[in-house]
């Protein structure tokens, strides 16, 4: 049986992966509440080949969407030239790089819920703000966003809890830098890669732990939300 170690680094790529995670689920709630009331919203011809934009990385293999990121973010492409001459550095293998992947491939992960969260809350209700005098956006502000919450916080935990996983968008566009870009899936990868069995049971340990606890979250919240609905 292999001994379990916990080797001094663990913490490190611990805690750069829950940075990770909470940086990239606060940018998706910033852009996601408002992304999924326009999809919801939306009359424009084509909504769907943009909805389906938003879900591809839910079937696209993450190497391809790091390979394209990777690209885009080359200093010798307008993007990553751009950020070269405002930052100083290229945003491939940085952590602002590693941010920017694991927004667009846990976009889904988010917007996903939220829509559906949105589309719970009773038409009647946001019609009769509206004969009272509110507008659209009051009445989103102020009904369905808060009818919502449960919702919101199924989506960023699931976005949370996805950006936690990553593996070869980080892989791709972070590579494997001790306390800038290695987090724990990749030092996961990287022990077994070693043989070093003991060190790879303890990344893999304190992931399962801390995804289990997320998943236990996410159940709580539905079963709220789907309270909140059947009651409206």
Do not use: C
């Not at 079937?59 to 969407?65: A, D, E, H, R, S």
């Not at 919702?151 to 306390?179: D, Q, R, Y």
């Amino acid at each position: 049986m292999t001994d379990w170690q916990f080797p001094p680094e663990l913490w490190d790529a611990i805690g750069l992966t829950l940075r990770l995670a909470a940086v990239t689920s606060i940018v998706l709630l910033v852009i996601g509440i408002p992304l999924a009331n326009w999809l919801n919203n939306s009359r424009m011809r084509g909504i769907i080949f943009i909805e389906t934009l938003v879900s591809l990385p839910i079937v696209l293999p993450p190497t391809v969407i790091g390979f394209y990121l990777l690209t885009l973010m080359a200093p010798t492409q307008p993007v990553g030239a751009a950020w070269l001459k405002a930052f100083g550095h290229p945003l491939p293998f940085s952590f602002a790089g590693l941010v920017a992947g694991s927004v667009l491939y846990s976009l889904p992960f988010a917007v996903q819920p939220f829509q559906a969260a949105f589309r719970g809350v009773g038409r009647e209700m946001v019609q009769s703000a509206l004969a009272l005098g509110l507008t659209r956006r009051q009445a989103f502000w102020s009904i369905v966003l808060p009818l919502s919450k449960h919702g919101i916080l199924t989506g960023v935990s699931l976005s949370f809890a996805h950006t936690m996983g990553e593996f070869g968008v980080v892989l791709m566009l972070g590579g494997n830098i001790p306390g800038q870009t290695r987090v724990a899936s990749i030092a996961l990868y990287d022990e077994a890669q070693k043989l070093n069995y003991g060190a790879a049971h303890a990344y893999a340990l304190v992931l399962l732990a801390i995804s289990f606890a997320i998943l236990v979250g996410i159940a709580f919240l539905q079963r709220r939300q789907n309270a909140i609905l059947l009651s409206n």
